[in-house]
């Protein structure tokens, strides 16, 4: 599309855009996150229920009792934790039960095919004790393994917890209501579902547009930021295609409707959202693969242990001993190695800018070797400032004139020239008889002289010659305010959406990593060649629509890249969406909020480095609690089955508690090591 250099006065009435938007939100509700969080709440309740039934088992444990140094008894003591215990069995144990379910009609067991399997065993046996003396229940290991697991699983619910209003927040965007012109020249508020192509629409200045359509009169700036990443709004005149949701600032347009509904451009994004969203995948968390690997090798081991000691012992010994290596294997360290390092690693995130929503994503990004970034908001500014100003003769003289005519506007262009004339001590001259020209610029008498100052259009409109010395500007790339006095072009000043200053820092540290970085905008292509050349990014695309932004992403990802997006638009949430990680600067729009894996609460670039830095050393640290976990199970499996019977070495189900402790204690403190390395 065709990118205008124009400069746009919000002269008039104005009205605030959040709240227009707001105002036309249609009602509705994310319901993968809300399923999620009853999830986690479940978890969290049946948690704090089951800890408090644990005490009193805790408290009738003999063994417990022994090491404590205190021993009570009381009649039907072994009956009495039965039944606590089996209430904690089938209420805390219920989410694994279920789980398991659906492991094995997917034929992959795992982490909770192991838990299930380790609880049921340990609780079918314990029972039988009660019915079959000599042998030895495992009612406090059943109660302590359901309750580590709930909370295990809480903290790992809730570390990924992530809303699901992308679709809802785009809603919002789309105007409720629309001013229908009548053929008898009189006009109807409709709902925009009545519209249809052909109608004829006014849009008045503060309105976003209601459908897709040609504008048949009328003349303003239109700020289509939304849909293109364009920093800059456009000028619309007869004859200007226009799209739903844009949003109109200063001048009344009449429309003529080509696409309204699900026909519209928006509308096609909203559909690219969710596609985007059906089509993500998960990839398998580490710690299931790995409680996959372990159920495998418990059961098998299991099962040769009671084999082999049926025909050595008794098979109430046989039992025992293959009953203590389904306990031990069950992975108590397993369980919190990958939870506990993803909520520490989720804290350090929040306390540096970083906010996680979806973890997956998160562990991912150790491995992305490209990165997009948007332009506009993200390795800009988002906010045009005063790069240059160019005079015939004297530029404070120009600034003062051009002040004069600004300094009433709260454009942000208009407050722009006025804050650089403050910043270099020019004090603005009196206007009188000031007129705005919508979507042109402005005119007033300033000391006798007829002022005006505008953008190209204005030298377009008034038919002016620019002096041979600023003709080099009527092209440039840069937003252009020219400064006209008794009809003849005094000077011209450029504004320029500022670079992050740490946008150059953050794209050269990510280079260090080997990360490929992209730049791709909305925007034309002159000022993309600048913004890519002042940044150090490697390559860039310009013009893209939304469509063409994820079309891009997608091709890299078919190519076997690993693509990470950061952007801040609702023109981004496509491709943040269906890249392999999103990332949205928190100072952007709730959509590309929602869209996103991962949030940087400051509009700062280099908070994409130390979300690289900690995702790798939160996968390092991760790594290691597996090896300490499976480690454990390792040795501890082993010696449950009697490998060293001969030498009079066989773990008992007690010293099994005991490692299984040690082994859960071990993965909690080096995952607090984490902190360390993050300092």
Same mark, same amino acid.
């Given at each position: 599309?065709?990118?205008?250099?124009?400069?746009?006065?919000?002269?008039?009435?104005?009205?605030?855009?959040?709240?227009?938007?707001?105002?036309?939100?249609?009602?509705?509700?994310?319901?993968?996150?809300?399923?999620?969080?009853?999830?986690?709440?479940?978890?969290?309740?049946?948690?704090?229920?089951?800890?408090?039934?644990?005490?009193?088992?805790?408290?009738?444990?003999?063994?417990?009792?022994?090491?404590?140094?205190?021993?009570?008894?009381?009649?039907?003591?072994?009956?009495?934790?039965?039944?606590?215990?089996?209430?904690?069995?089938?209420?805390?144990?219920?989410?694994?039960?279920?789980?398991?379910?659906?492991?094995?009609?997917?034929?992959?067991?795992?982490?909770?095919?192991?838990? @299930?399997?380790?609880?049921?065993?340990?609780?079918?046996?314990?029972?039988?004790?009660?019915?079959?003396?000599?042998?030895?229940?495992?009612? =406090?290991?059943?109660?302590?393994?359901?309750?580590?697991?709930?909370?295990?699983?809480?903290?790992?619910?809730?570390?990924?917890?992530?809303?699901?209003?992308?679709?809802?927040?785009?809603?919002?965007?789309?105007?409720?209501?629309?001013?229908?012109?009548?053929?008898?020249?009189?006009?109807? @508020? $409709?709902?925009?579902?009545?519209?249809?192509?052909?109608?004829?629409?006014?849009?008045?200045?503060?309105?976003?547009?209601?459908?897709?359509?040609?504008?048949?009169?009328?003349? !303003?700036?239109?700020?289509?930021?939304?849909?293109?990443?364009?920093?800059?709004?456009?000028?619309?005149?007869?004859?200007?295609?226009?799209?739903?949701?844009?949003?109109?600032?200063?001048?009344?347009?009449?429309?003529?409707?080509?696409?309204?509904?699900?026909?519209?451009?928006?509308?096609?994004?909203?559909?690219?959202?969710?596609?985007?969203?059906? @089509?993500?995948?998960?990839?398998?968390?580490?710690?299931?693969?790995?409680?996959?690997?372990?159920? &495998?090798?418990?059961?098998?081991?299991?099962?040769?242990?009671?084999?082999?000691?049926?025909?050595?012992?008794?098979?109430?010994?046989?039992?025992?001993?293959?009953?203590?290596?389904?306990?031990?294997?069950?992975?108590?360290?397993?369980?919190?190695?990958?939870?506990?390092?993803?909520?520490?690693?989720?804290?350090?995130?929040?306390?540096?800018?970083?906010?996680?929503?979806?973890?997956?994503?998160?562990?991912?990004?150790?491995?992305?070797?490209?990165?997009?970034?948007?332009?506009?908001?993200?390795?800009?500014?988002?906010?045009?400032?005063?790069?240059?100003?160019?005079?015939?003769?004297?530029?404070?003289?120009?600034?003062?004139?051009?002040?004069?005519?600004?300094?009433?506007?709260?454009?942000?262009?208009?407050?722009?020239?006025?804050?650089?004339?403050? @910043?270099?001590?020019?004090?603005?001259? #009196?206007?009188?008889?000031?007129?705005?020209?919508?979507?042109?610029?402005?005119?007033?008498?300033?000391?006798?002289?007829?002022?005006?100052?505008?953008?190209?259009?204005?030298?377009?409109?008034?038919?002016?010659?620019?002096?041979?010395?600023?003709?080099?500007? !009527?092209?440039?790339?840069?937003?252009?305010?020219?400064?006209?006095?008794?009809?003849?072009?005094?000077?011209?000043?450029?504004?320029?959406?500022?670079?992050?200053?740490?946008?150059?820092?953050?794209?050269?540290?990510?280079?260090?990593?080997?990360?490929?970085?992209?730049?791709?905008?909305?925007?034309?292509?002159?000022?993309?060649?600048?913004?890519?050349?002042?940044?150090?990014?490697?390559?860039?695309?310009?013009?893209?629509?939304?469509?063409?932004?994820?079309?891009?992403?997608?091709?890299? #990802?078919?190519?076997?890249?690993?693509?990470?997006?950061?952007?801040?638009?609702?023109?981004?949430?496509?491709?943040?969406?269906?890249?392999?990680?999103?990332?949205?600067?928190?100072?952007?729009?709730?959509?590309?909020?929602?869209?996103?894996?991962?949030?940087?609460?400051?509009?700062?670039?280099?908070?994409?480095?130390?979300? $690289?830095?900690?995702?790798? #050393?939160? &996968?390092?640290?991760?790594?290691?609690?597996?090896? =300490?976990?499976?480690?454990?199970?390792?040795?501890?499996?082993?010696?449950?089955?009697?490998?060293?019977?001969? =030498?009079?070495?066989?773990?008992?189900?007690?010293?099994?508690?005991?490692?299984? !402790?040690?082994?859960?204690?071990?993965?909690?403190?080096?995952?607090?090591?984490?902190?360390?390395?993050?300092?």
């Amino acid at each position: 599309m065709e990118h205008d250099h124009t400069m746009q006065h919000e002269y008039g009435e104005m009205h605030d855009h959040s709240e227009h938007a707001a105002g036309h939100a249609h009602a509705g509700h994310g319901h993968g996150g809300m399923g999620h969080m009853h999830h986690m709440e479940e978890m969290r309740r049946r948690f704090i229920v089951s800890l408090i039934v644990t005490v009193p088992i805790l408290l009738f444990s003999p063994m417990l009792q022994s090491w404590a140094g205190i021993l009570f008894d009381f009649p039907y003591r072994g009956e009495v934790t039965a039944l606590l215990a089996t209430f904690i069995y089938l209420y805390g144990g219920k989410p694994f039960l279920t789980m398991t379910l659906d492991e094995l009609k997917a034929r992959q067991p795992g982490m909770m095919t192991l838990i @299930s399997m380790a609880i049921t065993v340990a609780y079918g046996y314990s029972v039988s004790t009660l019915f079959f003396p000599g042998g030895k229940a495992f009612f =406090w290991e059943l109660a302590t393994l359901i309750d580590i697991m709930l909370i295990g699983h809480y903290i790992e619910a809730k570390s990924i917890l992530g809303a699901s209003n992308a679709l809802e927040d785009l809603v919002r965007l789309m105007p409720k209501t629309a001013t229908r012109l009548k053929a008898d020249g009189t006009s109807e @508020s $409709v709902d925009v579902t009545a519209l249809q192509p052909g109608d004829l629409i006014l849009v008045r200045p503060g309105e976003n547009i209601a459908a897709d359509g040609t504008v048949e009169a009328g003349e !303003s700036s239109v700020n289509e930021a939304l849909l293109t990443g364009e920093s800059k709004p456009i000028f619309k005149t007869a004859g200007s295609t226009l799209f739903m949701g844009a949003l109109n600032l200063d001048g009344a347009l009449r429309v003529r409707i080509d696409k309204a509904g699900s026909e519209s451009y928006l509308s096609q994004v909203i559909a690219l959202v969710k596609e985007a969203q059906q @089509s993500r995948s998960h990839t398998q968390d580490l710690a299931n693969r790995a409680a996959g690997w372990l159920f &495998y090798a418990a059961l098998a081991a299991g099962s040769a242990t009671f084999a082999v000691w049926s025909l050595l012992l008794s098979p109430a010994d046989a039992v025992l001993r293959g009953v203590t290596v389904l306990i031990i294997a069950c992975p108590h360290a397993l369980g919190l190695a990958v939870p506990l390092v993803v909520a520490i690693s989720t804290s350090l995130a929040a306390k540096s800018g970083i906010l996680i929503r979806n973890r997956q994503a998160f562990e991912a990004l150790r491995g992305i070797d490209t990165i997009c970034f948007d332009k506009t908001g993200t390795v800009t500014e988002g906010r045009l400032a005063v790069s240059k100003t160019v005079a015939l003769e004297d530029d404070n003289a120009m600034l003062a004139y051009a002040a004069a005519l600004e300094r009433d506007s709260e454009h942000s262009i208009a407050r722009a020239v006025t804050a650089y004339a403050d @910043s270099v001590g020019v004090r603005p001259l #009196r206007a009188d008889v000031f007129k705005a020209i919508p979507g042109i610029g402005a005119s007033a008498e300033v000391d006798g002289h007829a002022v005006m100052v505008g953008g190209p259009q204005l030298i377009a409109r008034e038919r002016l010659t620019i002096p041979p010395p600023l003709q080099t500007y !009527s092209d440039s790339a840069s937003t252009t305010v020219w400064v006209i006095v008794d009809r003849r072009p005094l000077g011209v000043i450029l504004l320029d959406d500022r670079i992050r200053n740490s946008s150059a820092d953050a794209v050269a540290t990510l280079k260090s990593f080997g990360i490929e970085t992209w730049m791709l905008t909305g925007d034309n292509e002159a000022v993309a060649a600048s913004v890519a050349d002042m940044t150090g990014i490697d390559r860039y695309r310009a013009g893209l629509l939304p469509d063409e932004k994820l079309a891009f992403v997608k091709a890299r #990802r078919a190519e076997g890249r690993r693509v990470a997006m950061v952007g801040d638009g609702v023109n981004d949430a496509p491709s943040l969406l269906g890249a392999d990680i999103g990332i949205a600067v928190g100072a952007g729009t709730d959509i590309a909020i929602d869209s996103a894996d991962i949030i940087l609460t400051r509009s700062d670039l280099r908070s994409v480095v130390d979300a $690289v830095r900690l995702s790798r #050393r939160t &996968y390092g640290k991760m790594k290691e609690n597996l090896w =300490w976990a499976s480690g454990y199970n390792l040795v501890a499996i082993p010696l449950a089955a009697g490998v060293l019977a001969p =030498w009079n070495i066989v773990i008992g189900p007690a010293f099994g508690a005991v490692l299984m !402790s040690i082994s859960t204690v071990i993965v909690a403190l080096n995952a607090q090591l984490l902190k360390r390395a993050a300092h």
